[in-house]
């Protein structure tokens, strides 16, 4: 593991952990964000960002310097614990990956709790991928991806097409996505104190401002307690010491149950969403190269256009 690894862990343990710790409301951690983003992140020299809308939802769209001549588009949900994040604070990651396939990709902005609580996040995930798909995308050329709390509306979205019957996209993966919130894995707990980004005495109430009082295994959120036949490869990778680290196995197992191609990547101490540190962290910029070779690998295989 890298010497930025072990710094970067020490500056969020100190800095970050405590910082969700004392957040009362939503309003520090989304102002925290917004502007290390500014001052941390970045997209490859010459990508282009503007918005526009999904239906009437509005969306970030990225496109690259160089594009493929027949590019896929990644629709993904950035992470927050459904309260704070934006498509801005997720845009320089998405669009390092997006650089590394040659395709667009757009970042629905999706209401936000405690202001639009369930089941407002889910059903704005389902908004864009209908909005994408009438537009005249083709699924298999679509790619979901999200991490964290936007792992769950990634992976709860596809259990929903699933159960649907509904067109399906080519593949699907999520960084240290949210999977469960019941917090029923052993990770949640025996994890508490090694994960140096969320604090688990926390997620109760942010889930609760979140579901307020609706079920928590509802797959639409909890995609654990959803069901994935006919899905398409799923990509997913964790680190060893989250609290989440049980929710990504999980998942993993009920995909394979249902018969789904599952890669499962874990790694070991590094970060919650560490991908989001490409500029900082040499395992970040490893697992956007992964995820994108497994992409093209996917998208390469006999049969597939």
């Given at each position: 593991m890298s010497l930025q690894r072990y710094l970067l862990n020490g500056w969020l343990r100190r800095v970050e952990k405590p910082r969700m710790v004392r957040a009362q409301t939503p309003e520090p951690l989304r102002r925290a964000l917004e502007f290390q983003a500014k001052l941390l992140f970045?997209?490859?020299?010459?990508?282009?960002?503007?918005?526009?809308?999904l239906a009437?939802?509005?969306?970030l769209e990225i496109v690259p310097k160089y594009v493929a001549a027949e590019p896929l588009t990644i629709l993904y949900f950035h992470g927050g614990g459904f309260t704070f994040g934006s498509p801005r604070t997720h845009a320089a990651m998405v669009a390092q990956l997006a650089y590394r396939l040659g395709a667009r990709a757009i970042l629905p902005q999706y209401r936000l709790?405690?202001?639009?609580?369930?089941?407002?996040?889910?059903?704005d995930a389902l908004t864009a991928w209908n909005a994408l798909v009438a537009a005249g995308t083709a699924p298999r050329d679509i790619v979901i991806?999200?991490?964290?709390?936007?792992?769950?509306?990634?992976?709860?979205?596809?259990?929903?097409?699933?159960?649907?019957?509904?067109?399906?996209?080519?593949?699907?993966?999520?960084?240290?996505?949210?999977?469960?919130?019941?917090h029923s894995g052993e990770s949640f707990q025996k994890n508490a104190d090694c994960d140096v980004v969320l604090p688990a005495k926390r997620a109760d109430r942010m889930g609760q401002m979140?579901?307020?009082?609706?079920?928590?295994?509802?797959p639409r959120v909890s995609p654990v307690f959803g069901k994935f036949e006919g899905a398409p490869p799923i990509w997913i990778?964790?680190?060893?010491?989250?609290?989440?680290?049980?929710?990504?196995?999980?998942?993993?197992?009920?995909?394979?149950?249902?018969?789904?191609?599952?890669?499962?990547?874990?790694?070991h101490d590094l970060p919650h969403v560490w991908p989001i540190?490409?500029?900082?962290?040499?395992?970040?910029?490893?697992?956007?190269?992964?995820?994108?070779?497994?992409?093209?690998?996917?998208?390469?295989?006999p049969g597939e256009s």
């Open positions: 970045h997209a490859p020299r010459g990508t282009t960002q503007r918005w526009t809308k009437h939802l509005p969306a709790a405690p202001e639009a609580p369930f089941p407002a996040a889910p059903d991806g999200g991490d964290s709390a936007g792992g769950a509306l990634a992976f709860g979205l596809l259990a929903d097409l699933c159960a649907k019957g509904a067109a399906l996209p080519g593949v699907v993966f999520g960084f240290s996505p949210l999977t469960d919130m019941t979140f579901l307020m009082q609706h079920p928590p295994e509802d990778t964790v680190g060893d010491t989250e609290i989440l680290h049980d929710d990504a196995l999980s998942l993993a197992q009920v995909c394979q149950r249902d018969g789904v191609e599952v890669t499962l990547v874990e790694q540190f490409h500029n900082i962290l040499p395992e970040a910029k490893e697992s956007l190269d992964s995820l994108a070779a497994w992409i093209r690998q996917q998208r390469d295989r």
